[in-house]
């Protein structure tokens, strides 16, 4: 249980970031939700008694401090940051933009990194835990994905660097999720319905067992390197991806 504990998941009203939020909620946790979009927020917030959403765009660099003073003035402390909000883009080489990249890092190695910053006075005092959420195309190059692998790359090297850095007050590590029924395709990615429901079919052949992920298959393991059982684990880069990594 996680009584008396804060947390903040970005990015924590859909997909993976949901399922990360009501695992920490049920277990009891203080949980500081942030998003872009207050309905969905707000509708979170409306199930558990002990999520309080949080409206702020992590492409602002302005917002790591906000997000992290709300969850002081509030709780007074910080246990665990979960770095879950992204940014994604498809795409080939020859139609990138200097601005596509731009956009793209400053959601997914930028805004980590600042919120991280300004977590690190709390997290050190209450000997917490970041927990980065990267992709298994950080570590398995994929045509027409080039620079958001490149950003998910540069946050897996973060991760390990990181935990070098804050050990040995502060653990580090990342989860990297392999293709999950999390409505990215349609909407970070970009697709078209029958864009993504093709992508789908190709990503549980390639995968060794033969199906995608579900955001609880995520969730769970991001909840164990928070808890106590995880206690000598730092700057890991773990993969939740059906086996595609290793293909």
């Known amino acids: 249980?996680?009584?008396?504990?804060?947390?903040?998941?970005?990015?924590?009203?859909?997909?993976?970031?949901?399922?990360?939020?009501?695992?920490?909620?049920?277990?009891?946790?203080?949980?500081?939700?942030?998003?872009?979009?207050?309905?969905?927020?707000?509708?979170?917030?409306?199930?558990?008694?002990?999520?309080?959403?949080?409206?702020?765009?992590?492409?602002?660099?302005?917002?790591?401090?906000?997000?992290?003073?709300?969850?002081?003035?509030?709780?007074?402390?910080?246990?665990?940051?979960?770095?879950?909000?992204?940014?994604?883009?498809?795409?080939?080489?020859?139609?990138?933009?200097?601005?596509?990249?731009?956009?793209?890092?400053?959601?997914?190695?930028?805004?980590?990194?600042?919120?991280?910053?300004?977590?690190?006075?709390?997290?050190?005092?209450?000997?917490?835990?970041?927990?980065?959420?990267?992709?298994?195309?950080?570590?398995?190059?994929s045509k027409n994905l080039s620079y958001y692998g490149a950003s998910k790359a540069a946050l897996e090297y973060s991760t390990r660097a990181w935990a070098l850095e804050l050990a040995p007050d502060i653990r580090v590590n990342a989860i990297a999720p392999g293709p999950v029924e999390s409505g990215a395709l349609t909407g970070m990615m970009g697709l078209t319905e029958e864009q993504a429901v093709a992508v789908k079919e190709q990503e549980k052949e390639l995968i060794p067992l033969r199906v995608r992920g579900v955001p609880e298959d995520i969730s769970r393991w991001i909840a164990w390197l928070s808890s106590p059982s995880s206690a000598w684990v730092t700057g890991q880069v773990i993969g939740v991806d059906g086996g595609l990594g290793i293909t």
């Not at 949980?31 to 309080?52: A, D, H, W």
């Not at 956009?103 to 835990?129: H, M, Q, W």
């Open 1 to 141: 249980m996680m009584n008396d504990q804060v947390v903040i998941v970005t990015g924590g009203s859909s997909g993976i970031g949901k399922a990360t939020a009501l695992d920490f909620a049920r277990q009891g946790a203080q949980v500081l939700i942030t998003g872009r979009r207050s309905s969905p927020l707000k509708e979170m917030e409306s199930q558990y008694s002990n999520i309080t959403a949080f409206v702020a765009d992590s492409a602002d660099p302005d917002s790591a401090d906000l997000i992290v003073n709300k969850a002081i003035s509030l709780w007074g402390r910080v246990d665990v940051l979960v770095n879950n909000a992204g940014a994604g883009a498809a795409g080939p080489l020859e139609n990138i933009t200097a601005k596509q990249v731009a956009d793209l890092f400053a959601v997914n190695v930028v805004a980590p990194s600042l919120l991280a910053v300004a977590c690190i006075p709390y997290l050190r005092e209450s000997k917490g835990t970041i927990i980065n959420v990267s992709s298994t195309i950080g570590h398995k190059p």
